[in-house]
């Protein structure tokens, strides 16, 4: 299948060229695979409401069929056309954060396709806060399934450049709007339960969520991955993972340095290409040692926002230059930190060292 790509200019909105949309939602009218820009990640989408055309995300990313998508609204008035019940805490974050980075879990309605949703009686439900991808949801005229837009197991895609390296022949086509803005995908909590409980930390915070409905819990999984099995199915697997094996160094600063240090000097030993990942105050540092064949800079320690931003894309990096052992230092895990340290552990396959 030939992939085909629409280039888009998302940044002068008054630009957007409708034709392009039009032809794009032609593509999940017809039942066949778009990836697309959101403000976390770009999503694989398919009309929601069709088993048929969602089998088809399975088959492209070589997803687990255990593992359940988010369906994408473009209005609120399709809120109810996927979700039964809307309890009074999720309309005060939906009043809050759409759109957003933030995935409600909600009881579903019959009309979601049941491969949407693996087979549980709830359904995750977005509304993305991107203006392609809700011209697009909106002229397709139905809700859209989409995970994130890369092969299973491989980091999600923040530009279409991305998308095409895991996707390109597999799918119908892109609508190609420039790098995404979050870096990280959403937040999912699941509002059935009481309190709510974050199954991914995301875009939007605990923090941010607390203040808006009080309690709320985070599953154990996402700060322990040895601890428990994840509520989310689809948190269980290695995700996110660059091919070369990787290791985080969480202490203090010094302490860790020669940790990474003494790891980099017998991974060269056994003869492997070596990296490192480290903020961009620390590159420089890290290029002056000679320690690691490719050092790459991830955003600035001062604004961990940019760290979630580039992170996907930085450990893509370190496939193209063929890294066989990644070392990176650890983050704070407040704010937009909890979803970076719980991509980076899953990156690492659950590989922390604490000194
Ligand atoms: O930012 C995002 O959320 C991106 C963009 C494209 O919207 N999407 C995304 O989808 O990250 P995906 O499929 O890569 O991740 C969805 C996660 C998986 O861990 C899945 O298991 C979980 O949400 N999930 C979906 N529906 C669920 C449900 N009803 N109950 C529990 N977990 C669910
Ligand atoms: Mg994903």
């Not at 091919?243 to 860790?256: D, H, L, R, Y």
């Not at 002056?288 to 064949?293: I, K």
């Amino acid at each position: 299948m030939e992939t085909k790509v629409w280039h888009v200019d998302k940044n002068v909105e008054e630009k957007i060229n409708y034709s392009q949309i039009v032809d794009a939602a032609r593509v999940i009218r017809d039942g066949e695979l778009l990836a697309f820009p959101t403000e976390t990640v770009y999503g694989l989408g398919a009309n929601a409401l069709s088993d048929e055309a969602v089998e088809k995300i399975y088959t492209a990313k070589g997803r687990p069929s255990d593992n359940p998508l988010i369906v994408h609204i473009g209005s609120l008035s399709q809120l109810s056309a996927v979700a039964s019940f809307v309890p009074p805490k999720a309309l005060k974050l939906i009043e809050a954060f759409w759109p957003g980075p933030l995935t409600l879990f909600l009881p579903k309605t019959e009309a979601v396709a049941g491969r949407v949703t693996a087979g549980l009686d709830t359904v995750g439900v977005r509304m993305p806060d991107h203006p392609l991808a809700l011209a697009l949801i909106q002229e397709a005229g139905v809700p859209i399934a989409a995970p994130s837009a890369n092969r299973s197991g491989r980091p999600s895609p923040t530009s279409a450049a991305h998308v095409l390296a895991d996707l390109d022949g597999r799918i119908a086509g892109v609508l190609d709007g420039g790098p995404t803005g979050v870096g990280v995908e959403s937040t999912t909590i699941d509002m059935t339960a009481e309190p709510p409980v974050i199954h991914r930390p995301g875009g939007i915070t605990y923090e941010q969520i607390k203040a808006v409905i009080g309690e709320v819990l985070v599953d154990a999984a996402v700060t322990d991955s040895k601890q428990a099995q994840p509520l989310s199915p689809g948190m269980k697997y290695t995700h996110y993972a660059p091919e070369g094996q990787m290791w985080i160094v969480s202490g203090e600063a010094a302490a860790a340095r020669q940790q990474m240090l003494h790891m980099l000097a017998e991974a060269k030993r056994e003869g492997k290409k070596t990296g490192v990942l480290a903020v961009e105050e620390k590159a420089e540092w890290w290029r002056r040692q000679e320690s690691a064949d490719v050092v790459i800079s991830c955003g600035s320690s001062s604004e961990l926002e940019s760290v979630a931003r580039e992170l996907y894309s930085c450990l893509r990096q370190f496939d193209d230059h063929q890294v066989e052992f990644i070392v990176s230092e650890a983050f704070p895990t407040s704010g937009i930190g909890l979803a970076v340290m719980n991509r980076l552990e899953k990156a690492a396959g659950g590989r922390i060292i604490r000194v």
